[in-house]
Structure formats: structure tokens, C-alpha cells
């Protein structure tokens, strides 16, 4: 250590929250903000004893409960104060706020839309209804929430990138493309960004620009497996074989556990003819990941090509077993489908056709989310 009164060379570092749970213990930085919100809250009941009726202060402490995730009891203060206050906008905003995150969502959703027609100026009021709306895959309310976020805000970036995401599961391709390239001007580096874009323009058959996407994301991040599982669909749909089989291959160097690349790869083998071969990848697919039904339909195909039918039909009903099973939690473990990057592990074949088709391409490039 240094002098007294001298700088030391000691270095204070952050920790990640996640370090603290492994570690069974408090995040301190979440100790010290429950301790903040626990000393407001004391403050704010002490000005109420004084004056009890100050609307501020209510909605203040009613705010400090949502903050401090006391749901229940922030709902019941709002809506005493909405009694009292039926149009103030912030009020109707916060219950709303807070019966979501209560999940109220019903509840939620027609406090919100009350605070967008008493304050049709407040941006956020029109943001969380539309991140509501997304909640509850109402796409075409989502879209329009959104929209008017932009009209009041156009420098919402957030807005612009869900505004995709509603476009997007509108099959409004084109509309998503513009949304995309109006927020990654502001973030060009957002890997998931880049990935959700690549999806878009290959699924508006727009695939040369879906292979310039994919490759910036690979260069973004080339440690990331589903980069390259993307940029081998793209590759793959425009029969640059080669490509495609090299970005597969790379994705499977860097996620050895991961069977996504090893169905694509069984796919375009298959593709090629070369059935034996794929075989060998599907295999590996079911072996890493047996909840794969995609593989598992691959192998049943491949195995009735090469004659080999007592395996195809016992393939069969393991596909059949899992696409009419309820769906699993998701979980992690050793082949997670949470890999950042945007790729599904589910779907049909990577030619992305039906799965009794057989042509080259992509099986799905997901929502990045």
C-alpha cells in the first residue's frame, strides 16, 4: 500500500451480481439500493404525517413501492389515489406499470391505455402499453403503440428496435428492414441488432443482403456459434455449399454441445446426396440435444432413403413424441437454446422448406430477444 495520504495501487473492481449468488451471499450494490429506497420511503411517510393529503407525495411513496417490488401494496395505493385524482395521467401510468409487473396484465392494459388518452403527449405512457402489447403477442396494437412512440420521440432507439419486433412478427419484412437500419445507426455495433436484420432480409428474400448482415455479425463477435449457424443458412439458401458447410463446421469448433449446426450440416449432406453422411450429423445432433425433433425427423427421412427402415420408423416416433408433447421449461444445461445470436434449435429442415422437402437454406433464423 501506499503513504498516508498517498494514492495506493490498490484497484476497485465491480463484481458481477452473478459472482454473489454462486457465492450464496447479497450483491452489496443491491443491499445499498433496497437501503436507499427503505430511507426514501421513511422520508416520504414522515412529510405525509404533516400533510396528509399532498398528491405528490402520494404518488411518490406509491412509486417507491414499485421500486421496491412491494406490487400489492402499490396497486392498492394507486388506486386510492385514482379515486381521488380519476385524470391525472401519471397515476393511471403507474397502476398500470404496477399491475403488469403484478401480473395484472389485463388490469395493466386498460390503465395504460386510460394514461395514452389522458397524456396522448407522454411517449412513455404509448412505450409501455406497446411493451405490454408485445407481452401479449398482440402484434398489430404493439406496432401502433410503438409508431406513436417514434412520432413523439424519433430518437427512441429502443422504440425503433421493438417497432421491429412487431413488424417483424407481422411478416412486414420491409418494415422491419427500415426500423432496423434506423437504430443500429445509433448502435452499429449491437450484435443482436445486426442478427435480427440478417433475419429480416432473408425472410424477404432479400439474401445477399441477408449474408452482408450475418457476416458483419460474425465479425462483431466470432466467438459466437449462432453467428455462424446464421451466416451458413444464408450461405446454404444461396447453394454457396462450401460456404455454408465452413460456417457450420466453425459454429460446431466453438459450441461442441450445441446440435443446431450438426442438423444443418446433416441437412445440406442430405441435400447433396450424400445421405450416409448426414446420418452421421443428425445423430450427433439427437445425441447432443434428444429433444431436437427437427433431427430426429432428418434421421427418419435419411434413414428411409437408405433403406434402413425399422430406424426410420423408430426415428418417426421420436419425432412424433416430442411435436405432441406439451412444451418444455426452458432450461440450461449443456446444449442451451439461449446462446446469444438469434438461431432456433426447432423447426424443419435447414433448407427451410417443410420437412419432407429438401431444399438447401435456412431452417429459421429467430427473434433476437
Known amino acids: 500500500m501506499g503513504e498516508a495520504g498517498k494514492p ?3 484497484i476497485t473492481m465491480k463484481i458481477d451480481p452473478e459472482i454473489f449468488e454462486e457465492l450464496g451471499v447479497r450483491d452489496p450494490e ?23 393529503d399532498n398528491l405528490d407525495l402520494k404518488i411518490e411513496l406509491a412509486t417507491l413501492m414499485i421500486d421496491g417490488a412491494n406490487y400489492e401494496e402499490a396497486v392498492n395505493q394507486l ?9 391525472n395521467a401519471r397515476v393511471h401510468k403507474l397502476l398500470g406499470t404496477a399491475y403488469v409487473l403484478f401480473n395484472h396484465e389485463e388490469e395493466g392494459m386498460l390503465e395504460l391505455n386510460r394514461a395514452c388518452e389522458l397524456d396522448p403527449t407522454d411517449a412513455e405512457n404509448y412505450f409501455n402499453l406497446g411493451g405490454l402489447y408485445l ?7 404493439a406496432m401502433e403503440a410503438f409508431e406513436k412512440v417514434i412520432e413523439l420521440d424519433p430518437s427512441d432507439t429502443t422504440a425503433y428496435a421493438n417497432l421491429a419486433a412487431a413488424y417483424d412478427m407481422l411478416k412486414l419484412y420491409d ?33 445477399e443482403e441477408a449474408i452482408d448482415a450475418a457476416q458483419v455479425v460474425v465479425e462483431i463477435d466470432d466467438k459466437d456459434p449462432q453467428a455462424y449457424c446464421n451466416l ?15 460456417a457450420f463446421k466453425k459454429a460446431t469448433e466453438l459450441a ?30 439427437v445425441d447432443l440435444n434428444a429433444q431436437d425433433a427437427a ?20 426415428a418417426y416416433k421420436k419425432y412424433e413424441a416430442l411435436i405432441n408433447a406439451p412444451a418444455p421449461a426452458a432450461t440450461g444445461g449443456e446444449n442451451p437454446a439461449n446462446i446469444p445470436g438469434g438461431v432456433s434449435q426447432t423447426g424443419g429442415y435447414a433448407g427451410g422448406g417443410d420437412m419432407e422437402g429438401n431444399a438447401p437454406g435456412m431452417e429459421t433464423l429467430t427473434d433476437s430477444d
Open 8 to 10: 495506493t495501487d490498490w
Open 30 to 52: 443491491e443491499t445499498k439500493r433496497e437501503m436507499a429506497i427503505t430511507k426514501k420511503t421513511r422520508q416520504v411517510n414522515k412529510e405525509l404525517k404533516t400533510d396528509p
Open 79 to 87: 388506486k386510492a389515489i385514482r379515486n381521488k385524482a380519476p385524470k
Open 135 to 141: 407481452l401479449r403477442d398482440m402484434y398489430q396494437n
Open 175 to 207: 418494415k422491419t428492414i427500415i426500423a432496423l437500419r434506423k437504430v443500429l445507426m445509433f448502435n452499429p455495433e449491437d450484435k443482436e441488432l445486426r442478427a435480427a436484420l440478417s433475419n429480416a432480409y432473408f425472410n424477404a428474400e432479400r439474401y
Open 232 to 246: 451458413g443458412s444464408c450461405y446454404s439458401v444461396c447453394n454457396m455449399i462450401d460456404d455454408a458447410i465452413s
Open 256 to 285: 461442441p454441445d450445441y446440435s443446431l449446426p450438426h442438423t444443418n450440416l446433416g441437412t445440406l449432406y442430405a441435400n447433396m446426396g450424400r445421405p450416409e453422411t448426414a446420418l452421421k450429423e443428425f445423430k450427433i445432433a
Open 295 to 314: 433431427a430426429w425427423m432428418n434421421l427418419y427421412n435419411c434413414y428411409k432413403e437408405v433403406g434402413l427402415m425399422e430406424e426410420s420408423q423408430n
